[in-house]
């Protein structure tokens, strides 16, 4: 199984002004959002990716166009890979939504938590894993893939393969624009870093090593 980079899609308004977008159409990045994406591309580009799956929002398919570009690939769209169905909650401030008493559940007991008429977090990362694992077992050991998403999706992606329990996943950061290395093998899985936003620069050693810690250079 290939090494993963983990892509949170850059920021849009909603994540400056505090408000949870879900599954909207039309959110774009705003201009550091943009020049987010750039540095993403500028990063990787020399990284040796052999693919690169992007949720179906505008937010992930404008983060991972300048790398599809830099590398010359085309970003293929998952929907799995779409962000949490918030139901009642889509496009509502945070700020109001931190004093509903559901609020404190979503924070210290997730597992138990559905969003009112949408998605329940068990259901959105067995989701989210059973997409992961479809992608990763379309690779081969020593090939690296971008997969340009949202923010509880990669973290909730990130606890199941260290056994995090699912009620800590929120400890976890993912910040726009980040970058979360994460490397599958059939003996486990190893997070090599996360959260890392440019500039920093990828290198394997050799054509044929495997992703891992001892082959991956970070700067």
Same mark, same amino acid.
């Given at each position: 199984m290939p090494l993963?980079?983990?892509i949170r899609h850059g920021e849009n308004e909603y994540v400056k002004t505090g408000k949870m977008a879900g599954r909207l159409?039309?959110?774009h990045l705003n201009e550091r959002g943009q020049a987010q994406g750039a540095a993403l591309g500028e990063a990787l580009k020399d990284a040796p990716l052999s693919a690169i799956y992007a949720s179906p929002l505008e937010r992930a398919q404008e983060t991972a166009a300048p790398i599809a570009s830099a590398r010359g690939l085309t970003i293929q769209t998952r929907p799995a890979l779409l962000d949490t169905h918030v139901g009642d909650w889509e496009g509502q401030e945070l700020k109001k939504l931190v004093k509903l008493p559901e609020w404190k559940q979503v924070q210290n007991q997730p597992s138990r938590f559905t969003f009112p008429h949408g998605?329940?977090?068990f259901d959105l990362q067995y989701r989210l894993v059973g997409e992961i694992e479809r992608i990763a077992q379309a690779h081969q050991p020593d090939e690296v893939v971008a997969v340009i998403y949202h923010a509880d999706p990669i973290k909730l992606v990130v606890a199941y393969y260290l056994g995090l329990a699912l009620d800590n996943f929120q400890r976890l950061a993912c910040d726009t624009g980040s970058v979360t290395a994460l490397a599958l093998r059939p003996e486990g899985a190893q997070? /090599?870093? *996360? !959260?890392?936003?440019?500039?920093?620069? /990828?290198? *394997? !050693?050799g054509k044929a090593a495997k992703p891992g810690l001892g082959n991956l250079q970070r700067k």
């Open positions: 993963l980079l983990l159409p039309g959110v998605e329940s977090f997070l /090599l870093f *996360l !959260n890392r936003r440019p500039p920093f620069a /990828l290198e *394997l !050693n």
